[in-house]
């Protein structure tokens, strides 16, 4: 399918770069807000996002014109009855998305696919207000999305495959690169990462290692940022957010550590607000690196007053063998492929490519000596490290990863 013309529904954070990112493809989009002023300010940021090109000498003054002429900002939905794809970008409540649906499948034409960008609502659920739910889609953008590259494609139970297919093709063209979830909890990087930076902040509201410890010792392993670092700049209500949707869909295996509750009750929210784990010169303070302060001590020794944690021992494996478990679970559970899993790891969360992902990491360090490492911390930490039944299956056929030339890939 050839998409002539797009639609997105949303102009915030999300949907302002979304449109942005359409049109330096070359396609015209069409973006819907409620209010003039408010999508006039969505216009804004997308040409801001071409005037930083043209800043750095990769455009020139023209070309921002003639893709910004691409963008045409409306408050109705008139201009959408000729679009081939449309993504909603409202704010996360299921009941105005659902009410964003059955407009857009009023108002687009029959063979138009309809897509959210959510990051946590059921993609069938949405589909059920529409008359084609074959139609629907998530294409789940990560922030900001004309910088990151990953995109997560999810279908829902009722999803056609050929919709899988436009949805991927489309993302393809606009330079990105698709990874294709079926739909569960989290989808699939969110899945991936929660269980990480939990293990984290348990480890720092246990009082086995310090703040800075982790954050070191989970950079030395090649992650771009320390865990703490990058659960400021995410947020922490949105991180505790993800949390929820996780506990509900996995149960107890995801409960978060009481210190995420005992830092958002003290509005330490992250960079955005001028702390989180650590505390920053001003609020959105994007730049300078956070300082550890004394408040966070007390706030450590309250959520383990609250919430009594045996003192374990720090290791990074503790935060590297979940994200792993978590992996070869989505894994067993069809939600993704080997390949895809760490194309999101390396592309959604910054793992280094030369590394290869989450799974390939497991080959590197043997899926038997994984197998071994989940079991000790079973025993001294609980469930919540139970081992994914396919890794036993893996070690018991002797696919031990890079040792034997193949785990959860092939070695030759
Ligand atoms: N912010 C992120 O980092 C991020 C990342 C990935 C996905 N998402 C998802 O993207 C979606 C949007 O998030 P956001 O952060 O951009 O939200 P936002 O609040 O920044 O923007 C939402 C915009 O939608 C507009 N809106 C509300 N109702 C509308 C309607 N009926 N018609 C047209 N416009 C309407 C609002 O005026 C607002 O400008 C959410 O589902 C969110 O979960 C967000």
């Given at each position: 399918m050839y998409i002539y013309k797009a639609g997105v529904v949303g102009g915030g954070t999300m949907g302002a770069g979304i449109a942005q990112v359409i049109s330096y493809s070359g396609v015209p989009v069409v973006l819907k807000e409620v209010t003039p002023e408010l999508a006039d300010k969505a216009v804004k940021i997308a040409r801001s996002i071409y005037q930083g090109r043209v800043d750095k000498g990769k455009m020139s003054p023209q070309e921002l014109e003639s893709k910004m002429a691409l963008i045409s900002a409306v408050t109705d939905y008139a201009e959408f009855q000729d679009a081939d794809i449309v993504i909603e970008a409202v704010p996360e409540r299921m009941e105005l998305k659902k009410k964003v649906f059955a407009e857009l499948d009023r108002h687009c034409q029959p063979s138009a696919i309809l897509a959210s960008n959510t990051s946590a609502l059921s993609i069938s659920a949405l589909a059920?207000?529409?008359?084609r739910p074959g139609k629907v889609i998530g294409i789940h953008f990560f922030f900001p999305a004309h910088v990151m590259k990953l995109i997560e494609v999810i279908p829902g139970l009722l999803t056609a495959q050929e919709t899988v297919d436009d949805a991927t093709a489309f993302s393809e063209s606009l330079r990105k690169l698709p990874v294709r979830v079926n739909e569960c909890p989290g989808f699939l990087v969110n899945r991936l990462l929660m269980p990480y930076l939990n293990e984290a902040v348990i480890c720092l509201q246990e009082g086995s290692a310090a703040l800075s410890e982790i954050e070191q010792a989970m950079m030395a392993l090649g992650?771009?940022?320390?865990p703490f670092t990058l659960v400021d700049a995410l947020g922490l209500d949105v991180c505790a957010e993800a949390g929820k949707v996780l506990l509900e869909g996995y149960?107890?295996?995801?409960?978060?550590?009481?210190l995420w509750e005992e830092l958002i009750a003290a509005n330490?929210?992250?960079?955005k607000n001028g702390a989180g784990f650590f505390r920053y010169a001003q609020a959105a303070d994007t730049k300078s690196a956070g300082a550890e302060d004394e408040a966070l001590k007390k706030l450590i020794a309250q959520a383990q007053a609250a919430q009594p944690l045996q003192k374990g021992k720090f290791s990074p494996e503790r935060l590297m063998y979940g994200m792993v478990n978590e992996a070869v679970l989505s894994l067993q559970e069809n939600v993704s492929t080997a390949a895809d899993i760490d194309l999101g790891v390396v592309a959604?969360?910054?793992?280094p490519l030369e590394r290869g992902g989450i799974l390939h990491y497991a080959d590197s360090a043997g899926v038997d000596n994984i197998l071994q490492g989940l079991e000790a911390f079973t025993r001294e930490?609980?469930?919540?490290?139970?081992?994914?039944?396919r890794l036993r299956r893996m070690v018991a056929a002797g696919l031990t990863g890079v040792g034997s030339k193949r785990g959860f890939f092939d070695y030759a």
């Open positions: 059920s207000a529409t008359k992650w771009p940022m320390g149960g107890a295996r995801m409960q978060p550590a009481r330490r929210l992250g960079r959604g969360l910054g793992y930490f609980g469930f919540r490290f139970h081992p994914a039944h």
